[in-house]
């Protein structure tokens, strides 16, 4: 048993002890919880509030990639599609709940000429269908997508360009209008979120809580899966997958698991960002976006939950600033950081503060 497998599958365990033991996670889990106190307490100007429920959604999509790519080493450039399905299902339930209210018709679907919603939009004015049918159909997405994939194992590099080769293909579907979800213009005009107006204080403070809520949930979940028996695996299977194979586990369905988790979650991050921007469009399904998502990772600290979190934040919030203050430059500063991650902190930011991860920036594309 080659050594890097046998330290993954003998560790210690109990899900409990390696999720105490990570003081970062445990840190911002309790930093959501108090931002999020603070918001209902006290909430400051609706802008920064807006800001705040963005960041979170960023992070919580950071955190589903970086539990594929860190944990498995597969790395994902077409996570931007799990993240647009809940998008579009949420902006879909958001229309029809607003048809159903007021009976006015969106504008694209009165543009289209057509006089009612189309039929597979049935049934989305309920709010938990909307939300069982994101999830599910990114979860079915990944699984067709993943098994195919993975039982022809397909890895490293040939997946990433595969995986961004059908975020790309799902992009230009959605610039059409005849697919009645909004063509190149997309969906926007959100009238009310559970029969409360859309942008009124008490929903923007609502869905900033929300999201913090959610991403400290989605913290302590992960970092129990990766400090249980399976995230043992997942650990073997990314150092060694052909040794772990060899010992009689079946690292296609360790995969696939996975791999539909982190999808289901990336969705559950659209879901939470449509209605805070208020539109969604094809451009969430640009090849850009789901590399900005890697950047964040290993920016963060690839393989660190706590890690991917602090990149979504930092990026995002510099890219908030920096979209305002200095647009031009952006892109630059963008390409700036992943040269030095690159070239001076292979393990991302944390590697200031003296830890060492043991995954390197491109561990998923070897």
């Given at each position: 048993?080659?050594?890097?497998?046998?330290?993954?599958?003998?560790?210690?365990?109990?899900?409990?002890?390696?999720?105490?033991?990570?003081?970062?996670?445990?840190?911002?889990?309790?930093?959501?919880?108090?931002?999020?106190?603070?918001?209902?307490?006290?909430?400051?100007?609706?802008?920064?509030?807006?800001?705040?429920?963005?960041?979170a959604a960023f992070a919580i999509l950071a955190v589903s990639?970086?539990?594929?790519?860190?944990?498995?080493?597969?790395?994902?450039?077409?996570?931007?599609?799990?993240?647009?399905?809940?998008?579009?299902?949420?902006?879909?339930?958001?229309?029809?709940?607003?048809?159903?209210?007021?009976?006015?018709?969106?504008?694209?679907?009165?543009?289209?000429?057509?006089?009612?919603?189309?039929?597979?939009?049935?049934?989305?004015?309920?709010?938990?269908?909307?939300?069982?049918?994101?999830?599910?159909?990114?979860?079915?997405?990944?699984?067709?997508?993943?098994?195919?994939?993975?039982?022809?194992?397909?890895?490293?590099?040939?997946?990433?360009?595969?995986?961004?080769?059908?975020?790309?293909?799902?992009?230009?579907?959605?610039?059409?209008?005849?697919?009645?979800?909004?063509?190149?213009?997309?969906?926007?005009?959100?009238?009310?979120?559970?029969?409360?107006?859309?942008?009124?204080?008490?929903?923007?403070?609502?869905?900033?809580?929300?999201?913090?809520?959610?991403?400290?949930?989605?913290?302590?979940?992960?970092?129990?899966?990766?400090?249980?028996?399976?995230?043992?695996?997942?650990?073997?299977?990314?150092?060694?997958?052909?040794?772990?194979?060899?010992?009689?586990?079946?690292?296609?369905?360790?995969?696939?698991?996975?791999?539909?988790?982190?999808?289901?979650?990336?969705?559950?991050?659209?879901?939470?960002?449509?209605?805070?921007?208020?539109?969604?469009?094809?451009?969430?399904?640009?090849?850009?976006?789901?590399?900005?998502?890697?950047?964040?990772?290993?920016?963060?600290?690839?393989?660190?939950?706590?890690?991917?979190?602090?990149?979504?934040?930092?990026?995002?919030?510099?890219?908030?600033?920096?979209?305002?203050?200095?647009?031009?430059?952006?892109?630059?500063?963008?390409?700036?950081?992943?040269?030095?991650?690159?070239?001076?902190?292979?393990?991302?930011?944390?590697?200031?503060?003296?830890?060492?991860?043991?995954?390197?920036?491109?561990?998923?594309?070897?």
């Amino acid at each position: 048993m080659s050594g890097a497998v046998q330290t993954a599958l003998a560790a210690p365990a109990g899900p409990g002890r390696r999720a105490v033991r990570d003081p970062l996670v445990a840190g911002l889990v309790g930093l959501c919880l108090a931002a999020a106190v603070g918001l209902l307490v006290a909430p400051p100007a609706p802008y920064l509030v807006n800001a705040v429920g963005q960041l979170a959604a960023f992070a919580i999509l950071a955190v589903s990639l970086d539990l594929v790519w860190g944990y498995l080493g597969i790395l994902s450039l077409g996570h931007g599609l799990f993240f647009a399905i809940g998008g579009y299902v949420c902006a879909m339930h958001l229309l029809a709940h607003g048809v159903a209210v007021t009976g006015v018709l969106p504008d694209f679907v009165q543009f289209m000429g057509w006089k009612s919603l189309p039929a597979y939009w049935t049934g989305l004015d309920h709010a938990a269908y909307a939300f069982v049918l994101a999830l599910a159909l990114a979860g079915l997405v990944a699984f067709v997508f993943g098994l195919a994939s993975f039982r022809s194992r397909v890895n490293g590099v040939y997946f990433s360009i595969i995986s961004q080769a059908l975020v790309y293909v799902a992009m230009l579907l959605m610039y059409r209008n005849d697919t009645g979800l909004g063509g190149n213009n997309g969906m926007t005009g959100f009238p009310l979120l559970f029969g409360w107006p859309m942008g009124s204080p008490g929903v923007v403070t609502g869905l900033a809580v929300a999201a913090l809520l959610t991403l400290a949930a989605v913290l302590a979940g992960a970092r129990l899966l990766v400090g249980s028996a399976i995230g043992r695996r997942m650990l073997a299977c990314r150092d060694d997958e052909t040794r772990l194979r060899t010992l009689g586990y079946s690292t296609t369905r360790l995969k696939l698991g996975i791999w539909c988790l982190s999808a289901m979650i990336a969705a559950l991050a659209g879901i939470l960002y449509v209605p805070q921007v208020g539109i969604i469009n094809p451009r969430v399904l640009a090849p850009d976006l789901s590399i900005e998502i890697a950047v964040w990772v290993a920016i963060g600290g690839l393989g660190r939950l706590g890690g991917a979190v602090i990149g979504a934040i930092l990026v995002n919030g510099l890219k908030f600033w920096l979209s305002a203050a200095m647009p031009e430059a952006w892109p630059f500063i963008l390409s700036g950081l992943v040269l030095v991650v690159v070239l001076v902190l292979p393990n991302g930011l944390l590697d200031l503060v003296g830890w060492r991860p043991r995954p390197t920036w491109l561990r998923g594309a070897r």
